[in-house]
């Protein structure tokens, strides 16, 4: 030993020791720290990944329907345009009601049996589900079994059953360029079928409560829609309902 004392050299030792020992530590602890962190982000990514993407209010109410004009069946969901999202509120709404135009000078009949017209009120923005979506239709409450009635001639399109509208009817118009939609029906007519030509006044159905209206409440939920150039029994844009029968 020279220039130094065994002591202060056992001394330099010792601190070396444990300044090593502390830097393994802090070596160890960096590193579980930097593979925790990307265990994390790891981990986060391969959740979102498999986490279910849940459609909003406006693509899960088609879930089960081709068109969900207030309550009726569809097959697939509509064409992105179908629905709208309001600029202010962000509340997904249907598209905008068309003018009845000619339907008001046709005189339409009153679908149901031994309703009077100055008993219907304005359903169509009222909201349904979640509040995402308008009526778009009106609701004829009648007891069970009333007659519903063709409110003009014209062929019946489609007869569809959906968890939704139940048993329900489109109809098109002589021209083919509106339909109009009875849903929650009883049951159909005996004998009636997709392609029969109706005239104006005939049964075609019955009130009642299939699909999801509300059990102790017989109606028929009625709509009208202006179709598309390819006439799909499924798109249309609404019209009012009240608007033309009153």
């Known amino acids: ?14 601190t070396f020791a444990a300044g090593g020992a502390c830097g393994v530590l802090a070596g160890a602890l960096a590193v579980s720290l930097l593979v925790w962190e990307y265990g994390n982000v790891i981990g986060s990514r391969a959740m979102s990944i498999q986490r279910p993407v849940h459609a909003p209010d406006a ?6 329907r081709p068109d969900d004009h207030g309550g009726h069946a569809v097959l697939q969901p509509p064409p992105q345009d179908h629905v709208k999202v309001a600029a ?17 000078n ?10 009077d017209r100055a008993t219907l009120t304005r359903q169509f923005e009222d909201p349904r589900g979640s509040g995402a979506r308008r009526h778009e239709a009106i609701d004829i409450l009648a007891p069970r079994n009333t007659p519903v009635r063709a409110v ?3 062929t019946i399109a489609r007869l569809f ?18 339909s109009y939609y009875y ?10 079928k997709e392609g029969d030509r109706v005239q104006k006044g005939q049964v075609i159905g019955y009130v009642g409560t299939s699909g999801n209206a509300p059990k102790d409440t017989p109606h028929l939920h009625f709509a009208i829609f202006r179709l598309t150039e390819q006439k799909r029994w499924w798109e249309g844009t609404p019209i009012d309902p009240f608007d033309v029968l009153r």
Do not use: C
């Open 1 to 14: 030993m020279t220039g130094r004392s065994r002591h202060a050299w056992l001394h330099d030792v010792k």
């Open 152 to 154: 003009e001639a014209g």
């Open 59 to 64: 693509v899960e109410r088609w879930k089960d």
């Open 106 to 115: 046709r005189d339409l009949l009153m679908p149901v049996d031994g309703v």
């Open 161 to 178: 059953h959906s968890n939704t509208g139940g048993n329900t009817i489109y109809q098109f118009d002589p021209s083919e360029r509106f």
């Open 88 to 104: 202010t509120t962000g509340t997904t709404i249907g598209p905008e009601p068309t003018s009845p135009g000619e339907l008001e």
């Open 183 to 192: 849903a929650h029906l009883e049951r159909y007519a005996d004998g009636l």
